[in-house]
């Protein structure tokens, strides 16, 4: 009881942050970060922290594969079980982040607000210019490091900074509105939780 009205809490807080967000600080901190950073060198750290996304994305894939099928004929170590919870709570994630971003259709910050000065919603437009929310990179990055397990104050506030981190340099590069981090950072944190509870569950019956 107490944890199903913990959950709607936080569904209900970050509901109420995301809508703010949209209402009242999307499009003037998108328009001051625009003036204040884009030809900067912080713009230019920023796109370099994003770049090599795409390419982790699909080697973390390829290697949660190989680990998949090398598990089914090895007992595998308690780490590399870690990061399989990890890469699995990051693929839900984003599966989830794309089908949201589909059937939401928010507009982007670049190119349709700040060059063209859209700023609107086309569910199910199939358009990258119209599949801002939520933030795939955010939901991904969250998932895994919740999915991995952070039990010690030193990891979780790693795992703090990485997403703060990857949080500005999204935002510093017009690559998401600031409510499409936050709802991304929420699914990825939900998704994470449910897979990782999933797995200790299973881990405890197998043991029982």
């Given at each position: 009881?107490?944890k199903a009205?913990?959950?709607?809490l936080g569904?209900a807080?970050?509901?109420a ?6 209402l009242?600080?999307?499009?003037p901190?998108a ?5 204040r950073?884009?030809g ?9 922290i994003l770049w ?9 894939a390829?290697l949660l ?6 598990r089914r004929?090895h ?9 399989m919870v ?8 984003l599966?989830g ?12 910050v670049y ?5 063209d ?6 569910p199910?437009a199939a ?12 939901a991904?990055?969250s998932?895994?490091?919740?999915g991995?397990g ?7 506030a790693?795992?703090?900074v990485?997403l703060?981190m990857?949080?500005l340099?999204l935002?510093?590069?017009g690559?998401?509105w ?5 709802g991304g950072t929420?699914l990825?944190?939900v998704?994470?939780a449910?897979?990782l509870?999933?797995?200790s ?5 197998s043991t029982?």
């Amino acid at each position: 009881m107490f944890k199903a009205r913990g959950r709607f809490l936080g569904l209900a807080a970050v509901s109420a942050a995301v809508a703010l967000c949209v209402l009242f600080v999307d499009r003037p901190l998108a328009l001051w970060v625009n003036a204040r950073f884009y030809g900067t060198t912080a713009f230019a750290v920023g796109a370099a922290i994003l770049w090599p996304l795409d390419s982790l994305l699909v080697a973390g894939a390829l290697l949660l594969g190989l680990a998949l099928v090398w598990r089914r004929r090895h007992s595998a170590p308690e780490w590399m079980n870690r990061l399989m919870v990890g890469g699995a709570s990051a693929a839900v994630a984003l599966l989830g982040a794309r089908v949201l971003k589909m059937a939401i259709g928010r507009s982007q910050v670049y190119p349709p607000f700040l060059q063209d000065h859209i700023y609107q919603l086309r569910p199910f437009a199939a358009s990258q210019s119209f599949m801002a929310f939520p933030s795939a990179t955010m939901a991904g990055v969250s998932a895994f490091i919740v999915g991995v397990g952070v039990p010690r104050t030193s990891q979780r506030a790693a795992g703090t900074v990485i997403l703060i981190m990857f949080a500005l340099a999204l935002i510093i590069t017009g690559s998401h509105w600031l409510s499409d981090i936050i709802g991304g950072t929420y699914l990825g944190v939900v998704t994470g939780a449910a897979v990782l509870g999933s797995r200790s569950r299973r881990s405890t019956v197998s043991t029982t």
